[in-house]
């Protein structure tokens, strides 16, 4: 069967690793991905273990290297991937990158210190030239047409004489945009008039040098006159940050101010321009160096954290590891370490040793059988050599999903939406995709896959195809010999709008059609009745299928554990019980098929009231027996299924108690090995693996004791929830008829409100193609929404739940832990 | 499908010419089905697939998951089509029709 049946062995192996060899020994493991490294310091704390300054500077070049890589991402540039599987460097490397990757980042801080440096400096240039390019009109005329003296005019009064004979002066700056306003209010408001203010946007747009938007500036200039109103103006305008400049009153030495400002600010972009050549210059290093930088020290940390956890021997001459490997591997294990350790003289060495806790569950898979291992697994990990139940739930989770979605054409979309995805699966693009929801489905392609193919399979079955039956085979019922043989004449049908076929006369059924449910149902009105009776049954017959292969299955687990007794005490009645009840109803239908004719059908024996009155202990006189010795079957089976409830409660508590009391009993000498069988059956008891004792070696007194109030409290928990939920899981199957069910009528109703709306509209030929476009179009999206993905998302979370629930709990417990390797493999993608 | 030769009103009018009906089924021309030949051939169908079909798969490492999904398809499919066919072995009532469908399959499905 391989390792899909039940896990496979796993083994505690120790390793010892002399010293110098032991970085490239546990790099060349996680190249591999063999062994899970026990933490054997799990009580030191990370701050004290052995290799932690390695740890450290790791930590820090990481550091840095995140640094690089935020440079790079904001430059606009991206990060190659890196080529090709590099192996952890070692040891001694780690000092060159540090040089590297600290020189890389020194020259890119100073680059960048540099050009922000000048960027800043030639913001301030262009300020300057365009506060001293902007003509302001009014400061300047009133400069120019009123003297320093007399020739004021009225609306300059000062308030005092001494104030004529001061000269303009005037202060010129920009101010951002957005303070503009305040400024001028505030301006006014201190000085009372005697100045003139002016202000003008800038006409083009400068970047700011920090955060690189492009604003507007706002220049001024201010003609004032009095000492004093200067110094306001001059903390006014400190106050709101803006950038003030020497404004000189004579016309030819502004321009020549202007000028000058022109060139250096030339000079200063053509430096500006090298800068920046000089900065994408690092910045391609940067990009060359960094991708497979990175990964290396991700592994080189790995592989330190993974040497943290190993233990130093006493003579401080090797490291002694401790790591779950599974017994397949061990060959495997020994080469790599015998291969690694080659150069260092002394070879390092790994030898299995007995396991005292849980071993983890190893089951592997290929890429098909990964999404069913998977859903099994999100349920729960299995115990250690657990029976897996994925294998079965290949075909069985498909098939139930397509109990509920049984629709040919559906099916067929699916199926070939699956197969499409399948066969690009190998595609870079595909396999790059990063939408969460295509990785969902894409993930689940096989499992799509078989959905679609079960599907169609039971579309036939159901003969449904988008909710339209087909007449692959003739029909079995015979329509004009019903009306032949009734005298259905014209009149007679034109009074009765509603007439039905019985099944009584001669020739109207002439046999079960071959395959499938007939033709002839999806014409009836009466059809859900026929169906409903057809659907409830299947779900009843293959739920009690479904879980007494579940309860066949427990059978491998015991024997696997040793727990024999366990099959007479405990599947024995589990079987009398689910099978003594539920397959007998199933019995009864199955009888009721074959053996009930039409012509009985005026005085049919009705199942239902039959089983109930089985637990009741009555019978109902108009409800005629099925067969001849009924009630004593019936009988006997009740109380046989009754009888092995207690069977089941108290069987196997009993069973343990005594042979607990039995070996007791017995002279030390035989003690050991019935010792071990004890524990063994205690560890089972307690739902441990074969290997395992219970506890540490200080506990073996306690494990030989059984507190039996645990014991029957335990079994007592089992049988009541197996015993109801034979019955509650029963009813729970019928969850295959309802969404069955439901997404045939929603497929019908679709049809009848969309589709046949515009077929059967009698409109000119030509007018009714056109019209059919836009409603095939709406039938095609309703359908894919509302029967593909939502009904399909319906069916499949049923699906699930039957298995997870109803199937699972009759031998699964899924309360394991997988092995995770140590590997390097995720860092590689 | 199988197609009236001809249309339902002209039926309706039963200008047809009768047409010869085979002995033992009055009043139709249909063909019984029989049961025991679905059965045979779909249980040697899957019991081919399901039973004969294991002895067939290369040896390789997935030769125990093969056979398994060989075996459940089998049974499952078998046993789903074996439910469809018993559950209308012996209907105890037949389909209600309206009378509109009445007029045409009478004719359509001789």
Redesign the interface.
């Known amino acids: 069967?391989?390792s899909?049946?039940r896990g496979e062995e796993v083994a505690l192996v120790q390793l010892f690793l002399p010293t110098a060899a032991a970085y490239t020994c546990v790099s060349q493991l996680g190249e591999l991905g063999l062994v899970e490294f026990r933490d054997l310091n799990a009580s030191v704390s990370a701050f004290q273990r052995r290799f932690v300054v390695d740890v450290r500077r790791c930590e820090e070049l990481e550091k840095t290297f995140t640094f690089l890589q935020e440079e790079v991402r904001r430059a606009g540039l991206a990060l190659p991937l890196p080529v090709g599987r590099l192996p952890a460097p070692p040891p001694r490397d780690l000092l060159r990158i540090q040089e590297e990757t600290d020189r890389l980042a020194q020259e890119l801080r100073d680059v960048r210190g540099n050009q922000q440096e000048l960027r800043a400096q030639l913001h301030q240039l262009q300020l300057h030239e365009a506060v001293l390019g902007q003509s302001h009109g009014p400061p300047l005329a009133a400069a120019h047409t009123d003297g320093p003296s007399s020739e004021r005019s009225p609306l300059l009064l000062p308030p005092g004489g001494p104030h004529q004979d001061l000269k303009v002066n005037f202060v010129a700056g920009a101010v951002e945009p957005h303070k503009a306003a305040a400024l001028e209010r505030l301006l006014w408001r201190a000085c009372r008039g005697f100045l003139i203010a002016s202000f003008q946007e800038m006409e083009q747009q400068l970047e700011d040098p920090v955060t690189g938007e492009p604003t507007r500036w706002m220049t001024f200039l201010i003609s004032y006159w009095g000492e004093q109103i200067g110094q306001k103006i001059r903390k006014i305008t400190a106050c709101f940050h803006c950038h003030i400049f020497p404004f000189l009153e004579p016309e030819e030495a502004r321009r020549g101010a202007l000028q000058q400002l022109q060139q250096q600010s030339q000079e200063l972009q053509e430096v500006l321009g090298e800068t920046e050549r000089f900065l994408s210059q690092v910045l391609g290093r940067v990009q060359q160096l960094l991708p497979a930088g990175q990964m290396q020290i991700r592994k080189m940390k790995a592989v330190y954290l993974a040497l943290n956890q190993c233990s130093v021997s006493s003579t401080h001459k090797c490291l002694i590891a401790e790591a779950w490997c599974a017994v397949l591997d061990l060959p495997t294990l020994q080469q790599v370490l015998q291969d690694s350790s080659s150069e260092a003289g002394v070879s390092a060495v790994a030898h299995r040793i007995p396991c005292q806790d849980m071993p983890p569950t190893l089951i592997r898979t290929?890429r098909f059988?990964a999404s069913f291992q998977g859903i099994v697994d999100a349920y729960g990990v299995g115990r250690y050599q657990e029976v897996n139940p994925a294998?079965?739930t290949?075909?069985?989770f498909p098939?139930l999903f397509a109990?509920m979605f049984g629709d040919v054409g559906h099916g067929l979309l699916m199926f070939l939406f699956a197969l499409a995805m399948v066969l690009a699966e190998n595609r870079p693009a595909v396999k790059a995709a990063q939408n969460e929801i295509w990785q969902t489905f894409f993930g689940g392609r096989y499992l799509l896959l078989l959905m679609g193919l079960f599907s169609v399979?039971?579309g036939f079955?159901y003969n449904e195809c988008f909710s339209r039956a087909?007449?692959i085979?003739?029909?079995?019922?015979?329509?004009?010999?019903?009306?032949?043989?009734s005298g259905?004449s014209?009149a007679y049908?034109?009074r009765?709008?509603?007439?039905?076929?019985?099944?009584n006369i001669?020739?109207?059924?002439?046999?079960?059609?071959?395959?499938?449910?007939?033709p002839?149902?999806s014409?009836?009105?009466?059809?859900l009745?026929?169906l409903n009776?057809?659907k409830m049954?299947?779900s009843v017959?293959?739920g009690v299928?479904h879980m007494a292969f579940g309860v066949i299955l427990g059978v491998f687990n015991h024997v696997h554990f040793g727990q024999g007794h366990k099959l007479l005490l405990e599947t024995l009645p589990e079987l009398i019980f689910l099978l003594g009840l539920f397959g007998y109803l199933v019995f009864l239908v199955?009888y009721k098929?074959?053996?009930?004719?039409?012509a009985d059908?005026a005085s049919?024996p009705s199942i239902l009231i039959h089983f109930i009155n089985m637990f009741l202990f009555s019978s109902s006189p108009t409800n005629r027996p099925l067969y001849h010795a009924q009630e004593v079957v019936q009988y006997v089976l009740v109380v046989l299924a009754l009888a092995s409830v207690p069977v089941l409660l108290l069987g196997t508590p009993l069973y343990l108690l005594r042979r607990q009391r039995h070996l007791q009993r017995r002279p030390a000498g035989g003690q050991d090995e019935d010792k071990a069988k004890l524990m063994d059956s205690d560890a089972c008891e307690s739902g441990w693996g074969p290997d395992e004792k219970a506890g540490c070696s200080g506990d073996e007194k306690e494990a030989e004791q059984l507190i039996a109030s645990e014991v029957f409290m335990h079994q007592a928990i089992h049988t009541i929830e197996f015993c109801l939920g034979c019955i509650s899981n029963t009813a729970s199957y019928l969850r295959l008829w309802a969404l069955s069910l439901a997404h045939a009528q929603l497929s019908e109703v679709l049809w009848a409100m969309v589709m046949r709306v515009a077929l059967s509209a009698n409109l000119r030929v030509g007018v009714q193609a056109v019209v059919l476009v836009p409603v095939f179009a709406a039938f095609a999206v309703l359908t894919v929404a509302i029967l593909l993905v939502m009904e399909g998302l319906s069916a499949f979370l049923h699906a699930l739940r039957l298995h997870w629930v109803e199937f699972q709990n009759k031998f699964y417990s899924g309360t394991g832990y997988k092995l995770s390797p140590f590997t390097f493999a995720a860092e590689d993608e | 499908m199988l197609f009236a030769s001809c249309a339902p009103e002209t039926c309706a009018r039963r200008t047809c010419p009768p047409r010869p009906r085979p002995a033992g089924h009055p009043g139709s021309d249909m063909t019984a089905h029989s049961f025991a030949l679905p059965v045979i051939i779909f249980t040697t169908f899957w019991g081919l697939i399901g039973i004969a079909g294991p002895w067939f798969v290369p040896k390789g490492p997935n030769r125990g998951v093969i056979i398994t999904m060989l075996v459940a398809t089998a049974v499952c499919c078998y046993l789903f089509w074996l439910i469809a066919i018993l559950a209308q072995l012996n209907p105890l009532f037949g389909p209600q029709l309206k009378n509109e469908t009445i007029w045409y399959v009478r004719f359509l499905w001789e």
């Open positions: 069967m391989g899909m049946f290929n059988t294998p079965y290949i075909i069985t098939f109990v399979y039971t079955i087909t007449t085979f003739p029909s079995g019922w015979s329509v004009a010999a019903m009306a032949n043989q259905w014209d049908l034109a009765h709008s509603l007439l039905t076929l019985d099944p001669s020739g109207v059924f002439l046999g079960p059609y071959p395959f499938g449910i007939d002839v149902w014409l009836a009105t009466n059809h009745s026929f009776s057809f049954k299947m017959i293959l299928i199955l098929w074959l053996c009930v004719k039409a059908s049919a």
